[in-house]
């Protein structure tokens, strides 16, 4: 398997994974948005790829700054193929997303996960994050 950066080519795999992340994606979203993202200096989407050539993950990492913090990079999404799961896959993109925020100069990488997903917060902290705090997410529509 090896990590790189995504491609326009790899818009339908991406997409298809998105669906198993909850977050069902048209192939023309995952091009459009792509298009953005690799322009941006501080966002990456990193791939995970077959010895065979699947796109079998992808993992968003992104940097930021807040005002009351400093600057910090974050996952802002990851997903394994169902099929590939608990072979490495997971673990070999976030520690590439670490790689990417620790070259950028970021001190910290923080990753916020639903509550509901049990597995994938002792993933983490198998791979060395803590838990910092659990938070209430609001939203409101707008509309123009
Ligand atoms: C969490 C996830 C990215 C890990 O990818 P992976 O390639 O399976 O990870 P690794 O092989 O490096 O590590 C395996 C560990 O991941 C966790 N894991 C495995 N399947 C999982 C699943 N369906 N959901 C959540 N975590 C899972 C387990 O802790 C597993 O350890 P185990 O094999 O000893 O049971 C992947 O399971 C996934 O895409 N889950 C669904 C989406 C998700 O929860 N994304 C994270 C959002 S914050």
Known sequence: ?????ARFSDAQALAVLSGQLGYP?????AV???????????DAILVAESEEGAVIGWL???????????????????VVDEAWRSQGAGAALVEAGA???????????KVRSNVIRERAHAFYERLG???????VVLVRRLDR
Do not use: N
């Open 25 to 29: 994606m048209q192939p023309q979203e």
């Open 60 to 78: 968003h990492v992104c940097g930021a700054l807040r005002f009351e913090t400093g600057p910090y990079a974050e996952i802002a999404g990851l």
């Open 99 to 109: 790689e990417w925020a620790a070259d950028r100069g970021y001190p910290t990488f």
């Open 129 to 135: 994050f803590t838990r910092s705090k659990t938070q």
């Open 32 to 42: 459009d948005r792509l298009q953005v993202l690799q322009t941006s200096d501080t």
């Open 1 to 5: 398997m090896t990590i790189r950066e």
